[in-house]
């Protein structure tokens, strides 16, 4: 698992630009399902057949990033955020710039605090004050480096390890799912399993849940399980009473999120989760939130609706280039959904 996720966090996939991740996901999953197909979105669908209920497990590919939206006379890239950025995080990151010609490292700069007055030094950067500074010397050398308007950017960050099973990376939101994903259908490739599972690794959730809602349409399965990150209230800055959750203490099984008008998960569903876990004692977590949704708004709406809860990673600083986990969560996480779908029969 710590292998997996090292891979998939080090790899580059902004919203819209999936491409690599899809590929990692498709040479993993490969050896373990029945058949496998790109839809139209961009979704990837790997498929194990079976005669039991059909289960979609979603876990999405994309992380945020940038995109550049103008190269100014001197060579300086202009850019707009693509997803959930806090402006602070961004400033002085390096990054990679995806040109045509291939990725160029690049570093985002801005005016030096030596030059600004009193009053513009009390207040953070702004993302539209920010530049990114690939070397270039203008905009023509930009040009040929293969730098074009829309040409995608992602962090340049490594996973390290930390002590006690945690690491550091970029991205973690959501490849730890798809780490996840990935185990639990090599795992079930070992089983005799009666349910039909959809692995699915979603496009464009970070920019409004997009590749979840047309992939669920196109499958209509009798459940579902989205696999992704959630806040944790254990280090300084939060409380408890902002989430109750813990890094180390077993995956989340999602109640309700957006204080309902995100996900208000399907009872059956978590009843479902949560005996799997009691029974065959898998450290677990509930979570009740108020802040973000997930994959699981857009699939539980689709159609006549389909049951439909999250299985979470408590993380660390989500969106930002050093999140942090616990690898045991991703354990507790692919434990709790193996067995469960093993045991899917006794619950619908």
Not at 3 to 21: D, F, P
Not at 118 to 143: R, S, Y
Not at 155 to 180: H, P, Q, S
């Amino acid at each position: 698992m710590e292998e997996l996720i090292t891979r998939l966090s080090n790899a580059h996939g902004i919203s819209g630009s999936e491409g690599n991740i899809r590929a990692i996901f498709e040479e993993e999953l490969k050896p373990y399902v029945d058949e496998m197909k790109v839809d139209k979105m961009g979704n990837l669908i790997a498929t194990r057949k079976g005669d039991g209920p059909s289960i979609m497990l979603a876990a999405h590919m994309d992380e945020i990033g940038l995109m550049v939206k103008y190269i100014d006379d001197n060579g300086f890239l202009r850019f707009v955020k693509i997803g959930g950025w806090y402006d602070t995080t961004l400033h002085s990151q390096r990054v990679i710039v995806h040109t045509t010609n291939g990725p160029i490292p690049g570093v985002i700069g801005s005016k030096p605090p030596h030059v600004m007055k009193d009053e513009d030094k009390k207040k953070p950067v702004k993302a539209d004050d920010m530049f990114i500074d690939v070397g270039a010397k203008d905009k023509e050398d930009a040009t040929k480096m293969g730098i074009i308007i829309g040409t995608p950017v992602s962090i340049d960050r490594e996973v390290k390890k930390l002590a006690n099973g945690r690491i550091t990376g970029k991205a973690f939101d959501d490849r730890a799912g798809c780490a996840i994903l990935i185990d639990v259908m090599r795992r079930l490739s070992e089983m005799d399993v009666k349910a039909t599972v959809y692995a699915v690794g979603t496009v464009q959730e970070e920019v409004g849940l997009k590749g979840a809602r047309t992939s669920a349409f196109g499958l209509d399965p009798d459940l579902a399980i989205a696999i992704d990150t959630t806040i944790p209230g254990d280090h300084p800055g939060i409380d408890k009473k902002d989430s109750v959750l813990d890094i180390g203490k077993g995956g989340a099984i999602t109640i309700v999120d957006a204080a309902g008008r995100g996900l208000i998960s399907s009872p059956v569903v978590i009843r479902w989760l949560t005996g799997t876990a009691e029974k065959n004692d898998i450290p677990y977590q509930t979570d009740v939130g108020d802040g973000g949704t997930t994959d699981a708004t857009a699939i539980h709406l689709t159609k006549e609706g389909i049951p439909t809860t999250v299985l979470s990673v408590a993380t660390r600083y989500i969106h930002s280039p050093v999140e942090v986990l616990d690898l045991a969560d991703l354990q507790s996480c692919s434990d709790i959904l193996t067995q469960a779908i093993m045991d899917v029969n006794e619950y619908f």
